[in-house]
């Protein structure tokens, strides 16, 4: 009755490694054209933005869908990038310099109003405020 037991083991051992057996299958999505090398990136929690850090001193902006919403200009000693407890807050690394820059981005967004019903003068200025750090 042992040797039985021994010889099943080894069968049940094959048959429970076949059922975890398991595959991938995986294929590009999405691809960002830089015209640097890419040193860092990040994305903030939301996902709307992705942030990426190049070699020219720049930080690219994509929005989700791949596209280029703005290009920054940053110190060119800065070589990580690392998000802050804001989604429009990102801390800039300079390893090398031993500094740390805070930088905080303010999105703006154009609102067509051509054909729109106006009231008063058509040339004042309009400020829409997002609080959007409620605590």
């Given amino acids: 009755m042992r040797i039985k ?10 048959a429970v490694v076949s059922m975890a057996h398991a595959e991938v299958d995986a294929r590009v999505v999405q691809t960002l054209q830089l015209s640097a090398t890419p040193l860092d990136m990040a994305i903030p929690g939301s996902g709307r933005y992705i942030y990426v850090l190049t070699s020219d001193a720049k930080l690219k902006i994509f929005r989700e869908n791949g596209n280029l919403r703005d290009t920054l200009v940053v110190d060119p000693g800065v ?3 690392k998000l802050g407890p804001r989604e429009n807050q990102l801390f800039l690394i ?3 310099g031993k500094r740390i820059q805070v930088l905080n981005l303010d999105f703006i967004q154009e609102i067509p109003i051509d054909g ?15 609080f959007t750090d409620f605590q």
């Fill in 116 to 130: 729109s019903p106006t009231k008063g003068s058509s040339d004042a200025e309009v400020a829409v405020v997002v």
């Fill in 79 to 81: 070589d990580q990038i």
């Fill in 5 to 14: 037991q021994w010889l099943l083991l080894p069968i049940l051992l094959l």
């Fill in 94 to 96: 300079n390893s090398a």
